[in-house]
């Protein structure tokens, strides 16, 4: 099942469905906007891999990770899928919140801006377009910023919009002049003319970008299902290797796209990017902190492995489960 969830007010509507402590036949996912890096997450779900669990899922879309930590913090949902930044910076607040698995540990933007700029040094004023300010989007937008040698704070303007689909509408609109997109979106953008500026990925960045999270009580309570969850999302990705034009159907679905090029170069992009053992890497989680510590000097005091709870993903590698999969 899926939804898609906008306004805020919602996640106080679905918080009476579950509580926290209690095992229940569905089990809520949010996810942190739409694109390819959930696909795992979608075909476990369409599949029916979570069934041999013990549970069935509900996948709820939210605009942005900071909305989805909010439910889950809430017990709207019982996992969290999407942009780690917000985990840290929810952790860092105090809330009580594991990532048990990183599932993107590199920056999979492209910098994508409208037919007139050309290159990085047209960028310097233009309006930027992220989902939430403190986002994933947002903190890797003025990383890049930086790297170019423009100052984020004082040379560009950077608008909260939504996720990578509304962010993109507003590039067409022309109502930004710049965005960070992934595929299959970027292949949308260069079809239409928008210029691609950069690749964050290539840059060979490791980031912790996108990872899986619960609270720390509902993983205390219900250990056998964050395990299950787990096993469940790693099959997907499994699958994915196994099974190219059934997972490219579920793509389309939940993408809305038809484009076969843009399927394609999602799903060339997705073998390269999704680990088959999605293991938290000191390496990513730090250099999240180091990107918040900029506008909090706070995040100085933590280290990686105050966010990571990795017992999980031993226990199951350790099994041979994983290796099993990619056999």
């Given at each position: 099942?899926?939804?898609?969830?906008?306004?805020?007010?919602?996640?106080?509507?679905?918080?009476?469905?579950?509580?926290?402590?209690?095992?229940?036949?569905?089990?809520?996912?949010?996810?942190?906007?739409?694109?390819?890096?959930?696909?795992?997450?979608?075909?476990?779900?369409?599949?029916?891999?979570?069934?041999?669990?013990?549970?069935?899922?509900?996948?709820?879309?939210?605009?942005?990770?900071?909305?989805?930590?909010?439910?889950?913090?809430?017990?709207?949902?019982?996992?969290?899928?999407?942009?780690?930044?917000?985990?840290?910076?929810?952790?860092?607040?105090?809330?009580?919140?594991?990532?048990?698995?990183?599932?993107?540990?590199?920056?999979?933007?492209?910098?994508?801006?409208?037919?007139?700029?050309?290159?990085?040094?047209?960028?310097?004023?233009?309006?930027?377009?992220?989902?939430?300010?403190?986002?994933?989007?947002?903190?890797?937008?003025?990383?890049?910023?930086?790297?170019?040698?423009?100052?984020?704070?004082?040379?560009?303007v950077i608008l909260g919009?939504?996720?990578?689909?509304?962010?993109?509408?507003?590039?067409?609109?022309?109502?930004?002049?710049?965005?960070?997109?992934?595929?299959?979106?970027?292949?949308?953008?260069?079809?239409?003319?928008?210029?691609?500026?950069?690749?964050?990925?290539?840059?060979?960045?490791?980031?912790?970008?996108?990872?899986?999270?619960?609270?720390?009580?509902?993983?205390?309570?219900?250990?056998?299902?964050?395990?299950?969850?787990?096993?469940?999302?790693?099959?997907?990705?499994?699958?994915?290797?196994?099974?190219?034009?059934?997972?490219?159907?579920?793509?389309?679905?939940?993408?809305?796209?038809?484009?076969?090029?843009?399927?394609?170069?999602?799903?060339?992009?997705?073998?390269k990017t999704l680990p088959?053992?999605?293991?938290?890497?000191d390496k990513g989680m730090?250099?999240?902190?180091?990107?918040?510590?900029?506008?909090?000097?706070?995040?100085?005091?933590?280290?990686?492995?105050?966010?990571?709870?990795?017992?999980?993903?031993?226990?199951?590698?350790?099994?041979?489960?994983?290796?099993?999969?990619?056999?």
């Amino acid at each position: 099942m899926k939804k898609l969830i906008w306004p805020l007010a919602w996640i106080f509507f679905l918080t009476g469905f579950l509580c926290s402590g209690a095992l229940a036949k569905t089990i809520r996912v949010g996810s942190a906007g739409l694109s390819g890096e959930f696909l795992p997450l979608w075909v476990a779900n369409d599949k029916g891999l979570f069934k041999k669990y013990g549970f069935d899922t509900e996948i709820i879309t939210f605009q942005g990770g900071p909305l989805t930590v909010q439910a889950l913090v809430s017990g709207s949902v019982q996992f969290h899928a999407g942009g780690t930044s917000s985990i840290v910076d929810a952790r860092m607040q105090g809330g009580e919140i594991a990532t048990v698995a990183v599932f993107v540990d590199t920056l999979p933007y492209t910098l994508v801006a409208s037919q007139r700029i050309k290159s990085a040094s047209q960028l310097k004023g233009a309006r930027f377009a992220v989902s939430r300010l403190g986002s994933v989007s947002d903190l890797s937008l003025r990383l890049a910023l930086r790297n170019m040698g423009i100052n984020p704070e004082k040379e560009a303007v950077i608008l909260g919009i939504g996720d990578q689909t509304s962010r993109f509408g507003a590039l067409r609109a022309g109502s930004v002049d710049a965005t960070v997109i992934s595929p299959p979106l970027t292949v949308t953008a260069r079809k239409l003319g928008f210029n691609l500026i950069t690749s964050f990925q290539d840059a060979g960045i490791t980031w912790a970008y996108d990872s899986i999270d619960t609270t720390m009580d509902f993983a205390k309570k219900n250990r056998d299902t964050v395990i299950g969850f787990l096993k469940g999302f790693i099959e997907g990705n499994a699958y994915i290797h196994k099974n190219k034009e059934e997972s490219l159907a579920v793509l389309a679905h939940w993408m809305r796209l038809k484009d076969r090029e843009a399927l394609e170069e999602t799903y060339t992009y997705l073998l390269k990017t999704l680990p088959k053992k999605p293991y938290a890497s000191d390496k990513g989680m730090q250099a999240v902190l180091d990107a918040i510590a900029i506008r909090n000097p706070s995040a100085k005091k933590f280290k990686p492995q105050d966010f990571t709870e990795m017992q999980y993903m031993r226990e199951i590698d350790q099994s041979g489960f994983i290796d099993k999969l990619f056999q």
